[in-house]
């Protein structure tokens, strides 16, 4: 059991809350009291106060290998030490490895990279491409989807609080997320593909000129609280897209490199070839790294000077290759299925034994489950969620929240999760239902 705050974090709150933009510390209870980490190992993170704790959120959804993995690490000591940094205005060797690396491990066609610092930064650059691609200015983006935290993707994304700065842009078109859980109606799954279809080309025909610059979507929403997309929905959907002069841009931020089982892209579920494929968080296992892959025709529509004075320096794209490397030298994706299947067996078992479990979800190592008020209404109840993240807290596991509603736990171990941790974390997720109960 984690013992609780002590003098040490509330020391730290303090100086924090002095200097730091008031509202981060109205962000940090995982739980009810905040943590203060002191340094982390594989699996392990460890806080202030001496408390351990089994890694099962990774940073939302970041530290993909382990944290202070010894081959990432080594690898990114072993540059600091050699070259920290010039700027693109220089031939790197290791941007242009990693280049080759981005287009030998994702879809068909895509070739050409831009690099940068951010999940936000890589969506940006995806944004541009397609419109100076296509000459079209309407981006199609799904509810509840969330893109980042500069203004242009603040208004890509779709959840209120996350909108700060009154941020509006008119050319930003919101469709019905694929949300099955929250259909009203009884309907097969052709009818309500059917239906996300039509509202999707209704938007284009009452909200646009008719011409769009791109869709685009996670395969699987992230902040959303792991919203899946159907299994057909990409391939129903990319001849509307098509039709209306638009790119398909799938962001992979949460769901790259393994995350969802079998593929290290998230979309080769679904069967489409993107235009644009955007990725950050675990794809440098918590180094800031973003990348922009694209086709060649979208690439040579940019024809004015741009660059990231940070994008792709060789520290970096060392980090980066190296957590891929290890992604691919050690089938963390086949293993990512394997103990996926072995959690969410156990989630549908939990949620057999909880009326407040109202669904599950997700794909490999990125399942949630949404909690409701357990009365048939499908009323969200996010003090459910808040207290098995507590629990779960107190006995030694962190898990994450997510979803418009706050009402759903998302659970995201590393991609190496062992067998043994695997099952540690299920028994502690059970024992915190139970608390909660």
């Not at 490895?97 to 951010?118: C, D, H, R, W």
């Not at 060392?318 to 030298?329: R, V």
């Not at 969410?344 to 008020?373: H, N, P, S, T, W």
């Not at 969620?385 to 706050?406: E, H, I």
């Amino acid at each position: 059991m984690a013992t609780a705050t002590n003098s040490k974090t509330q020391a730290l709150l303090a100086r924090q809350e002095k200097y730091l933009l008031p509202i981060m510390s109205k962000m940090l209870l995982h739980g009810s009291e905040p943590i203060a980490m002191s340094h982390g190992k594989d699996q392990w993170l460890f806080d202030v106060e001496g408390n351990k704790y089994l890694d099962f959120f990774g940073g939302i959804l970041t530290v993909s290998v382990g944290h202070a993995n010894e081959e990432v690490t080594n690898a990114t000591i072993e540059q600091l030490k050699k070259l920290q940094h010039t700027s693109a205005l220089y031939i790197n060797e290791l941007t242009i490895i990693m280049a080759e690396k981005m287009a030998e491990v994702t879809p068909k066609g895509l070739q050409y990279s831009f690099f940068t610092n951010s999940g936000t930064e890589a969506d940006e650059t995806a944004i541009m491409l397609a419109r100076s691609y296509t000459g079209n200015t309407d981006i199609i983006a799904l509810r509840h989807a969330y893109s980042g935290r500069s203004s242009a993707m603040m208004t890509m994304t779709a959840h209120g609080p996350w909108r700060l700065g009154n941020v509006f842009d008119g050319t930003i078109k919101h469709v019905k997320n694929p949300y099955r859980y929250r259909f009203p109606l009884e309907v097969s799954d052709e009818e309500y593909l059917d239906y996300l279809v039509d509202d999707l080309k209704e938007m284009i025909a009452t909200t646009t000129t008719g011409k769009i610059a791109a869709f685009m979507a996670e395969p699987i929403q992230g902040v959303g609280g792991f919203v899946v997309a159907p299994k057909d929905y990409f391939k129903r959907i990319l001849p509307i897209v098509k039709e209306a002069g638009g790119l398909l841009i799938i962001d992979e931020v949460q769901t790259g490199w393994g995350r969802t089982g079998k593929h290290l892209c998230g979309i080769e579920h679904w069967g489409v070839e993107p235009d644009i494929m955007t990725f950050a968080k675990g794809i440098a296992n918590g180094a800031a790294v973003g990348a922009t892959v694209m086709t060649p025709e979208v690439a040579k529509s940019i024809t004015g000077p741009t660059l990231s004075t940070f994008g792709g320096n060789p520290v970096s794209m060392a980090t980066a290759l190296a957590t891929i490397n290890y992604i691919q030298e050690n089938n963390l994706a086949d293993n990512a299925q394997s103990q996926g299947e072995t959690l969410r067996g156990a989630m549908e078992d939990m949620k057999k034994q909880y009326d407040f479990i109202g669904d599950v979800r997700g794909m490999g190592l990125m399942q949630a489950f949404e909690f409701v008020v357990p009365d048939g209404s499908k009323t969200p109840d996010p003090s459910k969620a808040s207290a098995l993240v507590d629990a779960a807290r107190k006995r030694g596991l962190l898990l994450g929240k997510g979803g418009l509603y706050s009402n759903t736990l998302r659970i995201a171990p590393h991609l190496n999760v062992n067998t043994n941790d695997m099952a540690d974390g299920i028994e502690i997720i059970e024992a915190a239902l139970k608390d909660i109960a």
